[in-house]
């Protein structure tokens, strides 16, 4: 099975907990088996990440080699996919979320945190770059905070992290909160839900003109499917 | 057992000289319609290659017969085709009498002989070279043309094959002031595509992609969607698109990708390359949104619509040139082509580098 992850799944809920707190390529390759599994296999409909991450493993880097690029590009794919999973995604934070920890934060539908928790991105600090957290953090913050957050490294506390929209439950009662926000999804529409979330990814950085054309491709292949049908049936039924 | 699937081994383009800003056209014509004026000025295209007529005293474009769209066809394949096919063949080191198996496809005029005879004659073929004219299945067409052209080498193993997808849309134009013809006229280019198809244990170790297979699909409800019929009052055929083409491909793209990929046990994620058809901007995100694909997924369609416009069928193979040429293909990479058109139809086919 899987040595840096534990996973489970319970009803509808897929639960992947992070043991290995640094990111080494083993647990890499091992997020990207989890992910076929989603993809490929499992009906779960949600998918909780639960744990903490001290981020990348330096140890998997020998300062004697020549570096490369590629293994930053498979982790950045490893992201994009957590991202576009077909599944809700609810991030569980139970301790600091560093580096890459914090950018599968970014990733997820929904991040609730423990009151202890706290997140940072040492990277710049460290002489490298915090991944596609540059890309994603100032949606999520605005720029402002985002500078500061990726340029200073700071860490931020749980409170501040819900104030900044960050996280959007601070909580010592992790399973509980996550109970909530699965039944706030309601019905769970997989087409609907997931074009949703891909024009809201793409909404900072598409035009006006683009947005609408690919907001009506979405509604078309959204209103073709049955649970809009559904819908329509129940609410002629009502009258 | 040896492999030997056919390889798409080498690609060469060609265009019109005159190459044309959609302002151009709109001075060219004497356009001052808002609508029409604003369908021109949508950004997702800035330049056709076309054959337009010569200009009149007033400044305004001579009116063309359907003879004389005709005639231009004929004189565009003629000076046209005969570029793509020598930037085809020549970095293989081949000429023309070395091809033994010829297929056009064009859909902007009609030709007895068909444009493989003119074309054999213009630039000597052997004279027992295999033809065949696909002829009037629009934008698809070139996948449609593959198949066979993929047969046809699997069949005669070491044997050149070679397609030219031949479309010199301006011989397809009407101008007439409606929005009918507007939308077509603001859409279509000229070009020429021709690609070199053989299966060869001598190509064992090329690193050009082997043809794996198609799948086809055909939405006959929506067969008037997409036509070429013609009008009584201008004395030409002209061609009409429907509104809704974007969304009827868009809702049944699945269809055929999900067969292409299950019957070779893949799924969308290991899929590289897409090279879609330039079909037009709603179309593309059609595709996009209902296949998941990214805007850098579609990236050369969206380029070469740009520069050149609908190339019709040989759009997909420009994209594909331009995925080449950014080196960016490993060995191993698969790839699916993507063609939409009349019937409506959505054409497919993996392959893998």
Redo the contacts between chains.
């Keep these: 099975m899987y040595e840096t992850l534990g996973y489970e799944e319970r009803g509808d809920i897929a639960f992947v907990t992070i043991k290995r707190t640094r990111i080494n390529v083993r647990q890499i390759r091992e997020l990207e088996r989890v992910c076929d599994h989603l993809d490929d296999v499992s009906q779960a409909k949600v998918v909780v990440f639960r744990g903490h991450s001290e981020g990348i493993d330096f140890l998997d880097f020998d300062p004697k080699e020549a570096m490369d690029i590629h293994g930053f590009n498979k982790w950045e794919k490893l992201v994009n996919r957590i991202e576009t999973l077909e599944k809700v995604t609810v991030a569980l934070v139970d301790g600091p979320s560093v580096g890459g920890g914090f950018q599968i934060l970014l990733a997820c539908d929904q991040r609730i945190c423990v009151p202890g928790a706290t997140f940072q991105l040492p990277e710049v600090r460290q002489g490298f770059l915090p991944g596609m957290a540059c890309y994603r953090l100032a949606k999520y913050v605005g720029l402002g905070h985002a500078k500061r957050i990726v340029m200073t490294g700071a860490t931020i506390g749980a409170d501040e992290a819900l104030r900044l929209g960050l996280v959007d439950a601070v909580t010592p009662d992790l399973d509980a909160a996550l109970k909530k926000t699965i039944d706030c999804f309601g019905p769970m529409h997989t087409v609907a839900f997931t074009l949703a979330r891909r024009l809201l990814n793409e909404s900072f950085s598409t035009g006006f003109e683009d947005g609408i054309g690919n907001f009506l491709a979405a509604q078309h292949r959204a209103i073709s499917q049955t649970a809009f049908l559904d819908t329509l049936r129940a609410e002629h039924k009502k009258k | 057992m040896l492999d030997l699937r056919p390889r798409m081994l080498s690609i060469g383009t060609a265009n019109p000289p005159d190459r044309w800003s959609q302002a151009d056209l709109l001075n060219r014509f004497q356009v001052s319609d808002p609508k029409i004026v604003s369908l021109f000025s949508?950004?997702h295209i800035l330049s056709r290659h076309l054959y337009l007529p010569p200009g009149k005293h007033d400044g305004g474009p001579e009116e063309e017969t359907q003879g004389d769209l005709l005639r231009k066809h004929r004189r565009g394949t003629i000076e046209v085709a005969p570029q793509a096919i020598d930037r085809c063949l020549a970095p293989m080191g081949l000429a023309v009498r070395d091809i033994d198996y010829l297929c056009c496809i064009t859909s902007t005029g009609w030709l007895t002989p068909g444009v493989t005879a003119i074309l054999m004659k213009h630039m000597g073929f052997r004279e027992d070279c295999s033809r065949v004219d696909i002829v009037g299945m629009g934008c698809n067409a070139g996948l449609n043309g593959l198949n066979p052209v993929a047969s046809w080498a699997m069949a005669n193993p070491g044997k050149n094959a070679l397609m030219v997808c031949n479309e010199i849309c301006s011989a397809a134009y009407v101008f007439d002031g409606s929005m009918r013809t507007a939308i077509v006229n603001s859409l279509f280019g000229d070009g020429v595509a021709a690609l070199l198809v053989r299966a060869d244990e001598r190509d064992e170790r090329s690193f050009a992609p082997k043809i794996l297979g198609f799948d086809s699909h055909i939405i006959t409800p929506a067969i008037d969607a997409m036509r070429f019929d013609w009008d009584e009052e201008q004395g030409k055929y002209s061609f009409f698109l429907d509104r809704d083409i974007?969304?009827v491909v868009?809702?049944n793209a699945e269809k055929p990708v999900n067969r292409l990929l299950n019957r070779h046990g893949l799924?969308r994620?290991h899929i590289g390359h897409w090279i879609v058809h330039s079909g037009g901007?709603?179309v593309v995100?059609?595709i996009?949104?209902?296949i998941?694909l990214t805007d850098h997924a579609v990236r050369h369609t969206h380029s070469v619509l740009r520069d050149f416009g609908n190339l019709s069928s040989g759009s997909f193979l420009f994209s594909f040139k331009r995925l080449l040429e950014e080196g960016k293909v490993r060995r191993g990479d698969y790839g699916v082509l993507m063609t939409m058109g009349p019937g409506s139809t959505i054409e497919t086919a993996l392959i893998r580098w």
């Design positions: 949508s950004s974007p969304y868009g809702a799924k994620r901007k709603k995100d059609a996009k949104y209902n998941g």
